[in-house]
């Protein structure tokens, strides 16, 4: 009788490292198999991922070292930057939050700090991967050289094909080493296959205002419209609810974003891209500081989350040639930094100088614990601070993993935060600007999923399946007495970032015709407005938006129980 033949101790170490990687993913599975229950598309999911695996194992059988470790690297980062998204949102990473986070690598140090115990959780797959595929195969050759040189790129082909005929959809429950290297091969497809466009200079008939005064649009970064005093009674002070004498502001309510991450929307806000046609439009039509320079108005950036001439949400070298002055703040500390844009502002509406600027708030993107002065600290329990001070965005501080009382502290600290950078640096701006003539736009680049509900996840926006707190921003209007009151009223809690463009193009002077043609209706429009923001903002693959609607009775109130009132009853403020 002949001896059993024992596998090979590296080709059994292999097969170990392997099945313990992609143990990591059983939840995954067992929540596509749940969805597909006993079925004829379960068995066509089953072969499908076995089919990877066995393509994943032939990129572990490759005998050449180099090409063999090079696969290993690519599983392995694709395993992390799927995984890690999965775990943070608890939701299935889709092609079009695949390109959004793409969009947003510049941030890729402040989301290594950000979610910390998800992307630990992601790397130690990885780990797994990465050694499993990487470590030297048996002796005995478990395939011929070339079918192992060939598997890695066999599953690569027939699982980006899936997703191409798919729109993109299809990847859920599968290996995410292969979902991440498919998206990643999807998406250098579509950029060497998408035709270059040239951007369109200026064509719209422009008459002088020269009555006008200076125009801006100020975007903060992750305000909750509800949370703040203008749209509730539970929100805390915005310095916009009652303003000093002779300054008039004109609330819209809650109004809806273009997106829900701050790539697209602050990208639309821009371009002027509307809900029929932003892809053309971003990428074609001339920037609102084009606009601005052919309407004689100097322009001015104003970034106070960047720092060194970096650029952000899709800016470039041709859009910064048409901004005179590019203002950072390097050497400002992150909790002052909108203190000095507010500064920055002041001095600009003071020059006596016509200009249109564009204002990117620091705002209350996480983390938040640091993001606000102890004078300030009002509402209490809070999340524990001096743990993240020097990080702009992208990171919850690591004693928040989940549950209600870590949102409800970090509830409470958001509401410290917007109470500085709102209402700290509006009250700022009122008591040192000259607002006589000009005409000021504020809003938020998208909202807040702040978990009051009790969630899943640790993501407060760029969920692939957002509620609609999380496109649900403030919108005002500072300007002349009486201008803007009658659109405010009408379009109170029912209007859009869509309406922002055509205004702010109307203001300088353009054909209001020829605006409204190419960009829809201006926030002064008698026309209603949708009211929705986009859900799935890099739609493509034939794939459609997803709007959701945003309605003051679908947008969760700020909980007043979070914070213990003070002695004498009232609620921090």
Known sequence: MRAQTLPNPNTLVKMLLLAFGLAFELPGIAARVAMLGLSAPLLLYAGLYAGLIACLWGAASIRRPLL????????????VFVGSFQDATADTM?????????????????????YGASIAWAAASAFFLF??????????????????????????????????VRGGEGGRGLPNAW???????????????????????????HRPQPEQGDIILIVDESIA?????????????SGLASPPPGIAVSNFGLAASIANCSFGSNLTLRYGGTRDAYHRINATMPSIFTYAKHAGFATIYIDAQRTGGAYQNGMDDAERRQIDRFVQFGDTPVVDRDMAAADALI???????????????????????DKYPDSVHFFRPALPRDESAVVTETRIPKNLYSGAESWRLY???????????????????FAGARLGGALIVYTSDHGQNLHERGHSGKTTHCSASPASEEGAVPLAIIGAPGRWDAAAKRHFDASSHYRIFPTLLNTMGYDRAAVRR????????????????????????????????????????????????RKNGAAPQ
């Open 68 to 79: 063999r470790w090079g696969w290993a690297a690519v599983f392995a980062l694709a395993s």
């Open 94 to 114: 889709s092609y079009d939050a695949f390109v959004t986070m793409a969009h947003s690598a510049d941030f890729a140090d402040d989301a290594a700090a950000q």
């Open 131 to 164: 050694v499993g595929i990487g470590l030297k195969p048996g002796a005995r050759r478990a395939l011929p050289g070339v079918a192992a040189a060939l598997a890695p790129l066999a599953g690569l082909a027939m699982l980006t094909i899936l997703l191409f």
């Open 179 to 205: 979902v991440g290297t498919a998206y990643s091969a999807l998406a250098a497809f579509e950029a060497t296959t998408q035709p270059s466009m040239a951007r369109q200079p200026v064509r719209i008939a």
């Open 225 to 237: 419209g509800r949370y703040l005093d203008i749209n509730d009674t539970a929100g805390v002070r």
């Open 347 to 369: 001095a600009a509406l003071n020059n006596d100088r016509r200009e249109f600027i564009l204002v990117n708030k620091m705002g209350a993107h996480f983390p938040v614990a």
């Open 411 to 429: 509830r409470n600290a958001y509401r410290n935060t917007v109470t500085w950078t709102v209402g700290g640096f509006f009250d700022r701006l």
């Open 518 to 565: 190419e960009y829809g209706e201006a926030l002064d429009s008698p026309a209603s407005d949708p009211a929705t923001f986009n859900s799935l903002f890099n739609a493509r693959l034939g794939r459609k938006p997803i709007w959701v609607k945003v309605e003051r009775a679908s947008v969760v109130r700020p909980p007043v129980d979070d914070y213990a009132p």
